[in-house]
């Protein structure tokens, strides 16, 4: 934590700017530029629909070849890309969707996770967001990826790693614990209710990082039921709102960090067999208002001008 003057949560909006939109492949009429995998109609056409990714970073066809290279190792890119077009309107991100629509796209990631989740070679299958050129995003109609690959990423790896040596000592769920902390201290918390928890971490990376949790201990996304995703959905949509409404037009990733894929080789990962008890699945976003520069991307060391604390009261206000 660097708190700089000028930095206070109040500066930090954004105005909202009307964009001139030129042309834009994901938009209704252009639906023929994509490959589609699946699509979710209404009596107005299509809401949510699924496509193959352009510039895929992974290929379904084929088989898992892992090979050295002296010092090194690699493995064929065999995997999913897919990207979600979230809604058929231009400029509605997910604070502005209706309650049917918001449960609509969750319930699509789920189905497509799920879907991805029968292919054994597949053994992490991740959904992300980027939103804003600031956060990535090449195309700034609303869209999430799907990824699916055969090799745990680091990120994930480490993650996991924790949560299991945590359970190896504690025989309880690091995240559940988390959240009980955060709930009796309150400082951080920015809106609770029967069945989810959203707050911004301790010593959090990004000024306004917000992390949203279930309640209930549970390691999969795409195992959620049909009434926690209804809640989780109208959750979602509040707190987006709630960013909103004190960042502005903000730019961010949205992460969600969900178990691995255990029909995928299962052998390989001793640490795997008690991924229920021991891996909580949550969602990250990352509000991105400036470029990751040397000192985050050489060291990992991330300056954050606004403490969680102060950002938290901000939003509880807004
Ligand atoms: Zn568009
Ligand atoms: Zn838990």
Request: proline residues 7%.
């Amino acid at each position: 934590m660097a708190r700089e003057r000028n930095r206070r949560p109040e500066f930090m909006r954004r105005p909202v700017e009307t964009q001139n939109i030129g042309f834009c492949p994901f938009c209704p009429g252009n639906e023929k530029l994509s490959k589609e995998i699946r699509r979710y109609d209404s009596q107005n056409g299509w809401q949510v629909r699924v496509v193959a990714n352009s510039y895929p970073a992974m290929q379904v066809e084929g088989s898992v070849n892992r090979s050295p290279h002296g010092l090194f190792d690699s493995v064929s890119g065999i995997g999913a890309h897919e990207v979600v077009i979230e809604t058929p309107e231009h400029n509605e991100d997910l604070p502005d969707w209706n309650r049917e629509h918001s449960i609509l796209v969750w319930k699509a990631y789920r189905e497509r996770m799920m879907d991805l989740e029968r292919d054994f070679r597949l053994r992490c299958i991740m959904m992300f967001k980027n939103s804003g050129t600031m956060a990535g995003a090449g195309l700034s109609h609303p869209h999430g990826q799907i990824l699916a690959s055969p090799v745990t990423p680091p990120a994930v790896e480490q993650m996991l790693d924790s949560a299991y040596a945590y359970f190896g000592e504690k025989e309880r769920c690091l995240l559940c614990d988390m959240m009980a902390q955060e709930l009796s201290e309150g400082y951080r918390i920015i809106e609770e209710n029967e069945s989810f928890v959203a707050w911004l971490p301790y010593a959090s990376r990004l000024p306004f990082e917000c992390w949203v949790a279930p309640r209930r201990h549970a390691h999969s996304f795409a195992r959620a039921r049909d009434e926690e995703l209804i809640v989780f959905a109208d959750f979602m949509k509040s707190v987006s709102r709630r960013l909103k409404q004190a960042l502005g037009d903000f730019d961010y990733n949205l992460v969600l960090h969900t178990s691995p894929n255990r029909s995928s080789d299962i052998r390989m990962h001793e640490q795997w067999r008690t991924l229920e008890l021991h891996y909580h699945w949550h969602i990250e976003i990352l509000p991105r208002m400036w470029p990751q520069a040397g000192c985050e991307m050489g060291n990992g060391i991330f300056i954050n001008p606004i403490p969680p604390e102060e950002a938290a009261a901000f939003l509880r206000e807004v």
